[in-house]
């Protein structure tokens, strides 16, 4: 199994940055990919980005373009999304999740493992 915690959110003016991170713990998350989602209020929940623990490669959506990269940092068991030239419809709460096997993968349901999440709130 695989715990998560995201922290890093908060309220921002637009234009600003962010970095989220999830702290991950567990046996073996070697065995894990790892992804970002966010779900505003009434929406569905939104495949951002996900990432290979051990080879560091990356997927990310098509509709936040360059403005999002996702990272993670192996000796600190950490996640990061840094969160670039933010906009008020970026506004929703980021959670990080896992699942088990190597293929970077973007529908929700093909993760397992969720963090509670963290909110970003963008102020135009």
């Known amino acids: 199994q695989v715990q998560l915690v995201e922290s890093g959110g908060g309220s921002v003016q637009a234009g600003d940055s962010l970095r989220l991170s999830c702290a991950a713990s567990?046996?073996?998350?070697?065995?894990?990919?790892f992804g970002w989602f966010r779900q505003a209020p009434g929406k569905e929940r939104e495949f951002l980005a996900a990432i290979n623990w051990i080879n560091g490669q990356t997927l990310h959506a098509d509709s936040v373009g360059d403005r999002f990269t996702i990272s993670r940092d192996v000796a600190k068991n950490t996640l990061y999304l840094q969160l670039n030239s933010l906009k008020a419809e970026d506004t929703a709460a980021y959670y990080c999740?896992?699942?088990?096997?190597?293929?970077?993968?973007?529908?929700?349901?093909?993760?397992?493992?969720w963090g509670l999440g963290t909110q970003v709130t963008v102020s135009s």
């Open positions: 567990g046996r073996t998350l070697s065995s894990y990919t």
């Open positions: 999740a896992a699942r088990a096997g190597a293929r970077l993968r973007v529908f929700q349901n093909e993760y397992a493992y």
